[in-house]
């Protein structure tokens, strides 16, 4: 959530559902992520994130659909850089994921993605999106210097 203190918007904007989007969406991301001050570590870490979130977007969400988007939102306020992206596919129920740091899953790629996303954040929040698809918020606090 945006607080009191103002948010300001740094990128609204939708891609193509194309695994080239996912370049094109990270090296947004992190030009923003650079001009909002973050550095070497967070931003490699926000990047890591965001190639997750719109892989899943694209491949699970869209399925490459072409005639469907992925929507990326980017906002800053005074105490978090919060990133909404979100797809036109059908969706899907967090806790049918599997873990990944279950035994009988280390083989598999589901999960392992939204894992990594709440590793490198500080914050992941996933909501159906209307009037279908996926909402995926990440959310980085922004460090004030001491």
């Known amino acids: 959530m945006a607080s009191d203190t103002g948010s300001s918007g740094i990128l609204d904007q939708n891609y193509p559902s194309t695994l080239e989007s996912v370049?094109?969406?990270?090296?947004?991301?992190?030009?923003a992520a650079v001009g909002?001050?973050?550095?070497?570590?967070?931003?490699?870490?926000?990047?890591?994130?965001v190639r997750e979130c719109m892989v899943n977007a694209v491949v699970h969400g869209n399925r490459y659909n072409k005639n469907?988007?992925?929507h990326v939102k980017v906002?800053?306020?005074?105490?978090?850089?919060?990133?909404?992206?979100?797809?036109?596919?059908?969706?899907?129920?967090?806790?049918r994921v599997p873990d990944p740091l279950d035994e009988s899953n280390i083989l598999r790629h589901s999960g392992r993605g939204l894992f990594l996303m709440g590793a490198f954040m500080d914050d992941v929040k996933?909501?159906?999106?209307?009037?279908?698809?996926?909402?995926?918020?990440?959310?980085?606090?922004?460090?004030?210097?001491?």
Do not use: C, Y
């Open 23 to 31: 370049d094109v969406v990270e090296a947004d991301i992190l030009k």
């Open 36 to 49: 909002a001050g973050f550095g070497e570590d967070e931003q490699h870490e926000i990047g890591m994130a």
């Open 68 to 70: 469907k988007h992925v």
């Open 75 to 95: 906002t800053k306020s005074a105490e978090d850089f919060e990133i909404r992206i979100t797809d036109q596919g059908e969706g899907f129920e967090t806790e």
């Open 126 to 146: 996933v909501e159906k999106a209307s009037p279908s698809g996926t909402e995926v918020t990440l959310r980085k606090k922004v460090v004030r210097p001491q």
